[in-house]
């Protein structure tokens, strides 16, 4: 009797361990407050980071709301489990899993569909810039659309198009890689050199290249989630000199 009772008992603790770990919903210390206001987001892809601005507001609930450009992306749930966040996004069907201190959070965005790799995430308040503040004279205005040819290899090509808002050496960009994709772009012209980046829920995008003229972009590099591509750009309409 005393035996079964204890076979029962430890096979009940068992299985509670084993239901923990696999949840692991706690990490470490519980943490009671985040910082609120506006954090830098860094996504590694392939060696490269990729800058995202968020904000964190704490008015009654803890809300979560990535920007790029006018665009806002807003966490649909957030729950908070010790030290560790998780914040879903349901239209794309990914997580957000950080392990928070005040100041700071490192985690990984999940593709909870299984198509994409996860993706490792780091995050610092009060760090107000995407790009470096400097100030630079960009070479031209890019203001327009651009056409783009983008390679991942000699044997493939992807034509897509690039709209892009420019004021001094602030730019905002929408990509558009065929009719059902496209994706919010912020970033910053320095001289010669173009930088964007955007993240969409799902995706995450690092675009730059070199500004020939006001006509025509090159040696462009294109990292979206776990792709890379090869690309060029002419302006097609729009672009003011």
């Given amino acids: 009797m005393i035996t079964d009772i204890l076979f029962k008992f430890l096979l009940l603790a068992f299985s509670f361990s084993i ?6 919903i706690k990490t470490g210390k519980p943490v009671h407050s985040v910082a609120p206001g506006v954090w830098r987001g860094n996504f590694m892809l392939n060696d490269q980071s990729v800058p995202v601005m968020f904000e964190v507001s704490d008015h009654k609930l803890m809300n979560l709301t990535f920007k790029t450009g006018q665009n806002e992306l807003r966490a649909d749930s957030l729950r908070m489990f010790g030290d560790t966040l998780f914040a879903h996004f349901y239209k794309t069907n990914t997580m957000l899993k950080v392990v928070c201190q005040i100041d700071q959070m490192d ?3 999940y593709d909870n569909s299984g198509d994409e790799y996860p993706i490792a ?8 810039h995407r790009f470096p503040a400097v100030r630079n004279k960009p070479l031209a205005n890019l203001t327009g659309d651009w056409e783009m040819k983008a390679n991942v290899s ?16 602030y730019i905002e960009g929408v990509l558009f890689m065929n009719d059902e994709f496209s994706i919010a772009l912020e970033g910053t012209v320095q001289n ?3 930088y964007l980046s955007g993240f969409d829920g799902k995706n995450v995008c690092l675009l730059n290249a ?32």
């Avoid at 239901?19 to 692991?24: E, F, G, I, K, M």
């Avoid at 034509?159 to 808002?165: C, L």
């Fill in 210 to 241: 070199t500004i020939l003229n006001n006509k025509t972009l090159s040696k462009g590099s294109l990292i979206l989630n776990n792709k890379n591509f090869f690309w060029e750009a002419t302006a097609s309409a729009g672009l003011t000199d």
């Fill in 19 to 24: 239901l923990c770990s696999c949840w692991d």
């Fill in 121 to 128: 995430f780091a995050g610092q308040n009060a760090i107000l």
């Fill in 107 to 109: 985690g990984f965005l």
């Fill in 154 to 169: 000699k044997d493939s090509t992807i034509y897509a198009r690039v709209r892009f808002v420019a004021k001094e050496n």
């Fill in 192 to 194: 010669d050199l173009l």
